[in-house]
């Protein structure tokens, strides 16, 4: 019998059942028929990070930021791509510290960009600063060995 996850969709936050081997595939959320896995970050806030990060069966790796930042921006671009070359295994999620600054706070963040890999609510692990994408991938591998 296959172990089933939750997967929140990452358009309407609806959890949708998904059996761990077809993880890989292309699956759709049963409301609204969107992408489980767009391959892009979700935006989040605190009602969507109690869905994503506490309710759901995935990791979630957010970035905290904000648009002032000069390395924030420069991280964007490589925080997007990470997103298309982990989904399905994580859910990458970006928190602007401006608009979300209970988040922020519930996790401590001092500085930005910081990353944070959660699973099931609790903080799994963390890094501060820009980083290129081969080190971000296998920063974000090696956290999730320990899972």
């Not at 969107?34 to 979700?42: E, M």
């Not at 609790?122 to 290129?132: D, H, L």
């Amino acid at each position: 019998m296959s172990e089933t996850l939750h997967v929140p969709c990452p358009t309407c936050d609806t959890l949708n059942r998904m059996p761990r081997e077809r993880l890989g595939q292309a699956g759709k959320c049963g409301r609204c028929g969107n992408p489980l896995f767009p391959g892009a970050p979700v935006p989040m806030d605190a009602r969507r990070f109690a869905v994503h990060a506490e309710r759901g069966d995935l990791p979630v790796l957010i970035d905290f930021w904000a648009a002032w930042c000069g390395p924030c921006r420069m991280m964007a671009p490589v925080f997007e791509k990470a997103a298309g070359e982990l989904e399905p295994h994580v859910r990458l999620a970006k928190v602007d510290t401006e608009a979300s600054p209970d988040l922020a706070a519930r996790f401590g963040v001092q500085s930005i960009p910081t990353l944070v890999l959660v699973h099931h609510g609790r903080e799994i692990a963390r890094t501060s600063g820009a980083m290129p994408l081969p080190a971000l991938l296998s920063w974000t591998r090696q956290a999730l060995a320990a899972v």
